[in-house]
């Protein structure tokens, strides 16, 4: 499951123990060694799916910067978000050339900045009545006619292992966050198709799906600001 150059069970033990920013904070340096990263072979379908080019990008949750890649490759300026310290430091030096800002992104600190913003792997870390407020910084973020764009799986079927695997890990982690402080919100099942698009709407976003050349039935949901709005 991890390479010799990833975190020791002890190690992960003690980020699942830690809160969310001080977890990733210290799985940083060997993040892009765990099965967490995504996989290279989603941030390339996702690029191929995109229709830009972009002037400027903005990675949400740009954790070590895998994501920045994808806006390499069809942004003229990429910039990513993320309240994780150590996160930011490994994606700085991946990224040089990229524009990084430590924020919640329940918060995000912009307004009608940029063309394109895109997320990966990120939305679990947020409880569903958290996820308005990302969404409707995100909106903020974007100028009219900006779009936010993130690859989403379909769900496993009951039969499989990893229905039951994600299933598993996310009792787990309820149980974790009854009974420990700080919480660390990390689930699987929290983000269906269905309750992103509703939240993604009510931010004001128009909402619509596109399949990735990948297997597994993923798709790379589109949601686009109105060109009509005025900026600022």
């Not at 799906?209 to 039935?217: H, K, M, N, Q, S």
Request: hydrophobic fraction near 45%; include cysteine.
């Amino acid at each position: 499951m991890f390479s010799p150059q990833g975190p020791s069970l002890r190690e992960l033990t003690v980020q699942a123990l830690s809160s969310v920013e001080r977890g990733y904070d210290l799985l940083a340096p060997k993040f892009d060694h765990t099965p967490f990263r995504t996989p290279s072979v989603i941030l390339d379908a996702t690029a191929a799916a995109l229709p830009g080019p972009f002037d400027r990008g903005l990675d949400v949750c740009c954790g070590t910067g895998a994501g920045l890649a994808v806006l390499e490759a069809v942004c003229s300026s990429q910039s990513g978000v993320d309240f994780s310290a150590g996160m930011l430091a490994e994606a700085r030096e991946a990224h040089p050339e990229a524009t990084l800002v430590r924020a919640d992104v329940r918060a995000l600190p912009f307004a009608a900045e940029f063309d394109l913003a895109v997320t990966f792997g990120a939305l679990g870390h947020f409880l569903p009545s958290e996820r308005p407020a990302v969404f409707e910084g995100v909106y903020r973020a974007l100028r009219p006619g900006g779009l936010f764009a993130f690859p989403i799986g379909t769900p496993p079927p009951v039969t499989s292992f990893a229905h039951w695997a994600t299933l598993g890990f996310d009792a787990v982690m309820r149980v974790r966050n009854a009974v420990w402080r700080p919480p660390f919100v990390m689930y699987y099942r929290t983000t269906p198709l269905p309750a992103l698009s509703v939240d993604l709407m009510a931010a004001g976003f128009s909402v619509s799906t596109t399949a990735l050349d990948l297997p597994g039935r993923w798709q790379l949901v589109q949601a686009r600001k109105d060109p009509f709005i005025r900026a600022g």
